[in-house]
């Protein structure tokens, strides 16, 4: 019951509070967002972040780790696993499902959705703006994935990963490594 009241509450009043940065109203609006969301989720951690206009479905099988947030107007599943010190910037999509297609005998309108295993965004992951992650996907600890990808499959950890249809532009841990002259 309260996990209803609190869905309620959040898309009729919280999702149009303010974003955090705003003066004053901006913070409280915030955690106002984050007390919701804690009774919204299965799992929701602690500093976490619920953007202005952030939209998640039911949100009942949602994990959210520590530190971490989902932007502002970001659109989710209901079933996305969040990791820890995890950055969403404003307006990610990210899809659960699709449409079937894989027959030719009848329209697509008429094959209904194919699912697809959650969406998972391992520890310490940055999303930019305007990307699009596809169902099924994985973006591994510690991958940066640029303004406005479409992250067509998975990358190895600590990628930067860019384009449409995303590449790999290069390895966080070939930057990390020190120069020796």
Known sequence: M?????LITYYLILKRLPNSTFPFFGPVSEKLRYSCCRHIFKECGKNVNIGQNARFGTGKN????YNSGIGINAKVP????????????ENVTVFGSNHAFERTDIPM????????????IEDDVWIGNNSIILAGRI??????VAAGTVLTKDFPEYS??????????KSRLDIAKPKHE
């Open 160 to 169: 930067i990963i860019g384009g449409n249809p995303s590449r790999l532009l």
């Open 62 to 65: 949602i994990v959210i780790g």
């Open 2 to 6: 309260i996990r209803k009241l609190a």
């Open 139 to 144: 973006i591994k600890k510690g991958s940066i």
């Open 109 to 120: 309108t008429k094959q209904g959705f194919k699912t697809y295993p959650p969406v998972v």
């Open 78 to 89: 209901d079933n996305i696993i969040i990791g820890e010190h995890v950055m969403m910037g």
